[in-house]
């Protein structure tokens, strides 16, 4: 039996009501984020950054990585939820929507707690230490390289450290018998990180689907 389901707009009003609300500076990233047109889609949802930030602030992370930044929204919900002393280390190849995260990580407060490192992601994770230190880390980018990112990034994880993927679900492509490029893409990490050892894991239905994995 199923008990997930489509909240519907009222519902999810409701959700929304009765979570951690987004500040000025995020509601104001938001509106900015949403100008921008089509690709304003890539900005996580207000629910599963106040999840993000609550967990990073559960879990008294100090060593976070993002792989995939865009304007920086995700990139404010983990900065806060860093323990004291706490970095935030962001991947993304664009200097565009980039400069529009760092003008609201100022504005936030939380850009002293950020590095930004603008390089192909594979890049700057094969360039970290290979000991296991990642608290947490969130994988939100390009969906063809989301299984290399994950390989970077497990062996690098503490033990009990956590993973969160972001569009699982690709709008539903992952169940379509005719699915899109990044579907097809999306569905293959699935099914590569359900047979992984390495790692425990539980799909939730937080926005567009989101893994949450675990190092054992």
């Known amino acids: 039996m199923t008990k997930t389901g489509n909240t519907g707009p009222e519902l999810y009003d409701y959700l929304l009501a009765h979570s951690l609300q987004p500040d000025e500076v995020q509601r104001e990233l938001i509106e900015v984020t949403s100008a921008l047109g089509g690709v304003s889609s890539m900005q996580i ?36 939820g860093l323990a004291d002393g706490g970095r935030l280390i962001c991947c993304d190849v664009s200097e565009e929507w980039t400069g529009i995260a760092r003008e609201y990580w ?13 390089a192909p992601a594979l890049e700057t994770l094969r360039a970290l230490p290979s000991d296991p230190l990642i608290d947490l ?11 290399g990112y994950w390989e970077e990034l497990v062996p690098r994880m503490r033990p009990g450290g956590v993973i969160l993927v972001d569009n699982i679900f690709m709008s539903g492509q992952v169940v379509s018998p ?36 675990r190092k054992r």
């Open 45 to 80: 949802a207000p629910d599963q950054g106040a999840f993000m930030t609550l967990l990073a602030k559960v879990m008294g992370v100090r060593n976070v990585i993002e792989v995939g930044t865009f304007t920086g929204y995700s990139a404010i919900c983990l900065a806060r």
């Open 106 to 118: 100022r504005k936030a407060g939380v850009a002293d707690r950020i590095d930004l490192r603008i």
């Open 137 to 147: 880390a969130f994988i939100d980018a390009d969906k063809p390289g989301y299984i």
């Open 178 to 213: 005719e699915p899109t490029v990044s579907g097809m893409a999306m569905r293959e990490f699935n099914d590569h990180a359900a047979a992984d050892e390495r790692t425990e894991l539980v799909v939730l239905s937080i926005a567009d689907g989101l893994t949450f994995a």
